[in-house]
């Protein structure tokens, strides 16, 4: 396995445990970047530097490692390895997060981290690459509302069936240096005032 770019920050409440992790993942590459009793004091720790990877014990005195997997994945996506002295149902419930990639129950071997460290990593990879398509599949979906409710306004006003419509806000778009989703939301802003001024009162006519 290769972790020779891998930041790693480690949180652990029992020394002797965090000085296994730290030994253990120096042994096989990865930079340890920060390492603390907790996790506020790993906070302190981290500063701006992004580690690559957390690995937290759960149940610390001043923060638990569920709250310091929320805290560091605030500002940015983190892949976390939670561990345990115990198997718990409720805070494997609670782990239920994105980016809780794995979940070890202490005694902590080599090996363990071994397979978790590349599993979980891989496992980042993809839930990202997945949240990001879920984005640009939403806001596919998103824009395409927009196109065809625009089209159905030029169908009625122009008086052209469907391809015709969307070819001319094609070509609109094209010359003016514009998504056809924008000009598709100038169309449905413009039958919107036209339809406001239709429903207004001509004081000549009184109609």
Known sequence: MNNQALRVAVADDDRDTREYLEEAL???GCQVTASAEGGRALLDRLGATRPDLVITDIKMPDMDGLDLAREVNRSAPVPVILLSAHHDA????RAGADYIMAYLIKPIGEGDLKTAIPLAMQRFRQFQALAEEAATLRQALEDRKVIEKAKGVLMRRLRVDEENAFRRMRLFASSHN???VEVGRQVIAAEEIFRQLEAV?????GS
Request: aromatic fraction near 0%.
């Open 178 to 180: 514009r998504k056809v």
């Open 201 to 205: 009162h001509s004081p000549e006519t």
């Open 26 to 28: 120096a042994r096989m």
């Open 90 to 93: 409720e805070l494997v419930a």
